[in-house]
């Protein structure tokens, strides 16, 4: 970003009418079995009979299973996108994932080609940085079916203050109350411990999210961190996997939408707790590590239907 770039420039009325091309996302089970690992499955108990079908073939089970919130490796390429964004310009290092907003509507096969459209939700003047919220549809390419959404929250740092009026510039093109959570006060109902491994980062990558933060220490010190870090829809990962686990008895086609509000960061080797709070069919959740007692992670599952196995 250049040091004279005036925001103020910016037309919202251009960026929420721009129209993305589309695209496509081919994955195959090896892809899935992947992910998997990179979220953690299978990493406390190898033969993990909850785990070990999202990367194996089980006796009388045809394909592996896919986590629902695979869903997230679909937007990967949303920074590209925003870069196409008409009359912004920003520095790719101030730019923060913030929350991330996934609605599954039919469980996913083990592999398959993604059509994916692209559109802008939400713009939010903030003075010192610029909202955005990229929402994208995906739908199975030879079916034509629509398999999901994600609405990433994407905060560009540097970049603000256009609006024109009082109050600031805010557009969003959803129900505002459809993703307020709040962490309860109370005990929680259930908890789940998960350590994550020190090539955590570098594995999920692999997944295709090739940010150097999480893999180059130069990188990781310039930004600020004594080395690189984890990836956040990695973390979203692991506390999806706990409430899998603790609440749906290993089931993920129960997941009906999930959401994540990105609190700090998590460094490869720290230990996550993910508390959780039954509220109807949603289980609100907060995750933290381990060793510095503090949130990384809060938002909650929405649920068909639950059963503890605790």
């Known amino acids: 970003m ?14 929420i009418s721009h129209k993305f091309p589309e695209s496509t996302f081919t994955y195959t089970e090896r892809d899935v079995a992947l ?10 108990d190898a033969v993990d009979e909850k785990e ?40 790719p290092r101030l730019v923060l994932h913030g929350q991330h907003y996934i609605e599954i509507y039919k469980p996913f096969p083990s592999n398959a080609c993604i059509q994916n459209k692209l559109k802008i939700a939400g713009l939010h003047d903030k003075g010192k940085a610029t909202v955005i919220e990229m929402e994208t549809t995906s739908y199975d390419k030879e079916s034509g079916e629509a398999m999901c959404m994600n609405r990433a929250t994407i905060y560009v740092r540097g970049v603000g203050g256009f609006s024109k009026s009082s109050p600031p510039y805010s557009y969003s093109n959803y129900p505002a109350d459809q993703i307020l959570v709040k962490t309860p006060k109370s005990q929680p109902f259930a908890m789940y411990e998960d350590c994550t491994q020190l090539p955590q980062a570098l594995l999920y990558r692999l997944s295709g999210d090739y ?24 973390s979203l990962g692991f506390a999806v996997r ?3 686990t603790c609440l749906c008895d290993g089931d993920p086609t129960r997941v009906r939408n999930i959401f994540g509000r990105l609190l700090l960061h998590v460094y490869p080797g720290e230990t996550l707790i993910t508390e959780m709070w039954l509220e109807g069919s949603r289980v609100i959740y907060q995750t933290k590590v381990k060793e510095r007692n503090r949130a990384v992670l809060a938002g909650f599952v929405g649920l068909d239907r639950m059963t503890s196995s605790l």
Do not use: M, W
Not at 5 to 12: Q, R, V
Not at 35 to 44: D, F, I, N, P
Not at 224 to 232: A, D, E, Q, T, V
């Open 52 to 91: 070990l079908k999202y990367v194996y073939h089980e006796d009388g089970q045809t394909n592996i299973q896919v986590l629902p919130s695979f869903a997230a490796l679909f937007t990967f390429g949303a920074l590209r996108n925003i870069a196409e964004l008409p009359n912004l310009e920003f520095d």
């Open 2 to 15: 250049a040091d004279n770039y005036d925001s103020s420039t910016l037309n919202p009325e251009l960026i």
């Open 35 to 44: 992910y998997a690992l990179g979220v953690g499955a299978c990493l406390k």
């Open 211 to 234: 940010n150097p933060l999480h893999s180059d220490p130069l990188v990781g010190k310039i930004a600020g961190f004594s080395r690189p870090i984890l990836h956040g829809l990695c």
């Open 242 to 244: 706990a409430v899998i």
